[in-house]
């Protein structure tokens, strides 16, 4: 991968506002917290601003105490005056995605890559709208804009080595994507997938654990896409083993992942090394030099980057690294239309190396909506053409049909030879594929760079991390805090994810789920997931017990282990799209748990109303 910006990279790795978040040695303390040349420690001048940005050393316990927006956004641009540079990204939203401006949705649930803009699905919509109508055919569905797809069942080396023919249309959605994702179109290949379980299927289907037994994964979190892709392999035979995530930090265990990639016991045919550079729940960061270690040792090398924040492949370590297999989501219209696609990216010299015998189901391909759309009026005027047709010779005489169609044969025998009807039916093709796709929410990625929307998102995380911690339950002496944040805390290197429970004034967990509908009925759609691989100290037991509330029931048959323990929590997304607005709606929403009443006056509320009530 070629980096296009390696220049704006270097120059933002200078300043603390967008440090190279993803350089680092598996073994050594983040470079961020470490003083600079000029005296400057960027982590604790990032946390001394942050912390500055709602009143100083305040801890709130009555959410109708909280300090307005307004207020709290300009203690927030006073300590962080960098955050006022992005407003291009406010402006964006404001003009192509008005609809989250209308509806008041705060929209918390999203990872991957917006393709459209909603500006640009409606201009599409009414567009289709206008074609039916001069065509007398009905109007596409909105909820399936600008594409179809239709699966095929291949064999992913032959599929690569010999393909079927691309349509034009394909072809310039492909050549963006990888353009958007810093790949290079000499070095690897690029699939279509239906979504993110089928592109991780379709590779540990392929890839052969026959002989390269072992499957490393690293996540913090259950991920239903790595764990189908668990299951294929483990029927071929393969070994999937996980790195743990130390409490409470949930950092990699360092010392044990090491002791995984490098075993000295064979040091070829490792198997395949599934790395995500950042978790999706948590916001931890992990350095892409474990995969550099791993590829030392004999490993192949899958990096997940559905978690990665645009423009994030463009980073100086990413630009550089190049791994065997890459896999990527994007979905269609942001806070609109969830569906689209997935994308697996194979080196080319690694197609060798996957299974020549093997088919699945989890290839697609995109056809154009206008393809399907112009498809089906063609077809109604052919049989309306028919049916008139039909109706004309009920009434003419056997000798005029003969010299009727005697004359039409020898028309198309003069006017139309093979390579004249051939290209005729080609220039028909490529009437309805052709022309490029303008993927406008991709644009608008590009537009904002990456040293924007790093820091907009970085700020607007650690500035709800610090607003959440600040909520303590009324009356508690000692301060009983609402809130447990998982993983990284205030951060200036953290990706732009939360993961967090609340607690009732009593110290018990208030169901995630629980939380989760609450919020949707408050017009905020937030995430639920499980955190699992996590390994406790012997100086944790006594937390260790009272944290988890669940264990695996499977594993807790056999014999003990330390990583057999999940919790559940709240997860939070922040994009290039979030404001200011949503961090602290979800804040003020999040703080009403201090009332402790609150869930049981929800649940008259909704009851009242004769609408669902709510389960606790």
């Known amino acids: 991968m070629q980096s296009n910006c390696i220049r704006e990279v270097s120059r933002a790795c200078s300043n603390d506002c967008c440090s190279n978040l993803l350089i680092g040695l598996p073994e050594t303390r983040s470079s961020a917290s470490k003083v600079t040349s000029s005296g400057i420690n960027p982590q604790h001048e990032f946390t001394t601003a942050i912390l500055a940005s709602i009143q100083p050393n305040s801890n709130f316990t009555n959410h109708e105490s909280l300090p307005s927006s307004i207020e709290l956004f300009s203690y927030l641009e006073n300590a962080y005056p960098y955050y006022s540079t992005t407003v291009l990204a406010d402006n964006i939203r404001a003009q192509e995605y008005n609809h989250i401006v209308v509806s008041n949705h705060v929209c918390l ?34 909820d399936s804009p600008f594409f179809d797809i239709s699966y095929k069942s291949v064999n992913l080396n032959s599929f690569l080595l010999y393909g079927g023919q691309e349509s034009e249309f394909e072809s310039s959605t492909r050549k963006r994507i990888m353009k958007f994702m810093n790949v290079s179109e000499e070095d690897y290949y690029m699939v279509f997938t239906a979504n993110q379980s089928s592109a991780f299927k379709l590779l540990a289907d392929s890839y052969p654990f026959q002989s390269n037994k072992n499957l490393l994964t690293v996540y913090d979190y259950e991920n239903e896409a790595v764990q189908v892709m668990i299951e294929s392999s483990k029927k071929k035979g393969a070994r999937p083993i996980s790195a743990v995530f130390s409490w409470p930090n949930l950092r990699v265990n360092s010392r044990k992942l090491r002791k995984l990639v490098v075993n000295k016991r064979k040091l070829s045919n490792r198997g395949l090394f599934a790395f995500p550079l950042q978790s999706r ?32 492949m463009e980073t100086l370590g990413l630009s550089l690294f190049q791994p065997d297999f890459l896999i990527c ?3 269609k219209v942001f806070d609109e239309n969830p569906s689209g696609f997935c994308c697996l990216f194979i080196k080319k010299s690694s197609v060798s190396e996957l299974c020549k015998s093997c088919t699945s189901m989890g290839i697609v391909s995109l056809l154009p909506a206008n393809e399907s759309f112009e498809q089906l009026a063609f077809n109604k005027a052919e049989n309306e053409q028919e049916t008139a047709i039909s109706q004309q010779e009920i009434e003419e005489t056997p000798e005029q049909i003969h010299l009727k169609e005697s004359s039409v044969s020898e028309i198309i025998e003069l006017d139309e030879t093979p390579h004249t009807a051939q290209s005729r039916n080609q220039e028909s093709d490529a009437g309805r594929t052709s022309g490029e796709i ?26 709800l991390v610090n607003a959440l911690m600040s909520l303590q339950h009324p009356h508690s002496e000692n301060g009983l805090p609402l809130i447990r944040i998982y993983g990284p805390k205030i951060k200036l290197e953290r990706g732009p994810a939360v993961a967090f429970n609340v607690y009732d004034w009593k110290g018990e967990k208030v169901d995630p789920t629980l939380v989760q509908k609450l919020a949707d009925r408050n017009n905020i ?30 594993k807790e048959s056999k014999k003990k282990d330390k990583n057999s323990y999940r919790i559940s929590v ?22 009403r748990f201090l009332d402790a009443d609150f869930v049981e006056k929800e649940r008259w509320r909704y009851t009242a109303l004769n609408q669902t009530t709510v389960e606790v």
């Not at 917006?114 to 500006?119: A, C, D, E, T």
């Not at 904002?448 to 650690?462: E, F, H, K, M």
Request: glycine letters at 8%; hydrophobic letters at 35%.
């Open 109 to 142: 649930d999203y990872i991957g890559h917006g393709l459209f803009s909603y500006s640009q699905q409606q201009g599409h919509n009414f567009t289709a709208e206008i074609a039916s109508s001069s065509t007398s055919t009905p109007p596409r569905p909105s």
């Open 281 to 312: 729940m948590t916001g931890a960061r992990y350095s892409y030099q474990w995969m550099s270690l791993a590829r030392e040792n004999g490993w192949h090398i899958l990096l997940d980057a559905c978690a990665l924040g645009p423009k994030e």
């Open 329 to 331: 989501s994007f979905y």
């Open 438 to 463: 303008e993927c406008r929410g991709l644009d608008h990625a590009d537009t904002l760079g990456l040293i924007l929307i790093s820091s907009r998102t970085r700020c607007l995380t650690n500035w």
């Open 525 to 554: 759609s937030v995430g639920c997931g499980i955190l699992t691989n996590i390994w406790f100290s012997e100086i944790y037991e006594e937390e260790k017990h009272r944290m988890l509330e669940t264990r695996s029931r499977k």
């Open 570 to 591: 709240v997860t939070i997304s922040i994009g290039m799209l979030t404001n200011f607005d949503d961090m602290y709606r979800i804040w003020a929403f999040v703080s």
